[in-house]
């Protein structure tokens, strides 16, 4: 873990407006009229928490990167889109995302605790927005998940869920785990990271629920986000016995170097959090900065491969544009020998080349 103190100011509240940001030191007057332009299409908050992580004199700081808006942020790239992973095309109901057989998303807030400026639903979060769902459209979002009986995982995202006050989550997990064929509640959070002081004991218990196991899934991109009380109460939850996966985006400037991205998945596993998904940038309006190429995504996680344990080792994953779901894209280790040698040779069972985490190549059978 990083031991240096990066705290020079530590705000006493959440920074939402850029004169805040200019008075807390973290961006120059001088950008102050074009970031007034980006706040006033896409929300902004740094919590005291992330705010403390940020050196202000250094340029690239992969923590600003995430959360202090930029300029950059005004200029639309081909194929970017307002729902790069196609959310409203499967939402059957108001809240509710079914974009695969076994599981929905059930998006309770558009608010979040901090607003990521690479954030793939960003047209859709931040004050201002559709607020927490009305009690009808939350009735009718449990009346669909009762009514199909497929669905075995509820995923509570967001905006993000933990903004919700202990005593409502108690009542929503109720609600959820009260279905029969609802067996997983999951919840994707980045408050343990970003204000982990929400994070009450009284929380934790609102978590836990009789009917089905609740897990929940940290969203963090750089290991310098994993303070002493981020690690702290992420303890607290697992050993209240709620199960923790990560997420994370690979953002260039943030965690695309391999000495980032590995003391950032080493982070996770020494915090009992279990790797999950590296996400590559979703094509949201204006984040074209942020973004890495798919090859630099690969060559990423080959050098994963070859320096920590499985244990370390997230999935590489692709929101297909459209709402066509995720899928890994690689690197790929394994391709099929067919040289004509072989054929003319005769064998009828199918000879691989698999390649070893030092990037040499090995035959799967041997020969011989
Ligand atoms: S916490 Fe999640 S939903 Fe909220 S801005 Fe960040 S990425 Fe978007």
Known sequence: MNKINLAKTRPDRTLRQPMELVEAGLVSETTLADLEKVAARYAV??????????????????????????????????????DPIGDHSH???????????????FKLVHICAVYCRFCFRREMVGPGRATALSPEAYSSALDYIRSHPEIW??????????????RRLKEIMSDLAAIDHVKIIRLHTRVPVAEPSRISAEMIAA???????????????????????????C??????????????????????????LEALMRAFVECRIKPYYLHHGDLAPGTAHLRTTLAQGQALMRALQGRVSGLCQPDYVLD????????????????????????????????????????DIHLYPPEG
């Open 235 to 260: 303890a607290s939850i697992i050993d209240a016995g709620i199960p923790m996966v990560s997420q994370s985006v690979l953002l260039r400037g943030v965690n695309d170097d391999i000495t980032d």
């Open 45 to 82: 908050a740094v919590t005291p928490d992330l705010a403390a992580l940020i050196d202000a004199d250094e340029a690239d700081d992969p923590i600003a990167r995430q959360f202090i808006p930029s300029a950059e942020e005004l200029v639309m790239q081909p194929g970017e889109n307002a």
């Open 320 to 359: 297909i544009p459209g709402g066509h779901g995720k899928a890994p894209v690689g690197p790929n280790y394994l391709s099929e020998d067919n040289s004509l040698s072989r054929q003319r040779e005769g064998h009828m069972e199918s000879r691989y080349r698999v390649v070893d985490y030092c990037g």
């Open 153 to 166: 995982e509820v995923v509570l995202t967001g905006g993000d869920p933990l903004m919700l006050s202990p």
């Open 207 to 233: 978590l836990k629920v009789k009917g089905a196991t609740t897990w929940i899934a940290l969203h963090a991109n750089h290991a310098r986000e994993l303070t002493e009380k981020a690690r702290e109460v």
């Open 91 to 105: 939402s059957p109901v108001s809240g509710i995302v079914h974009r695969y057989p076994d599981r929905v998303l």
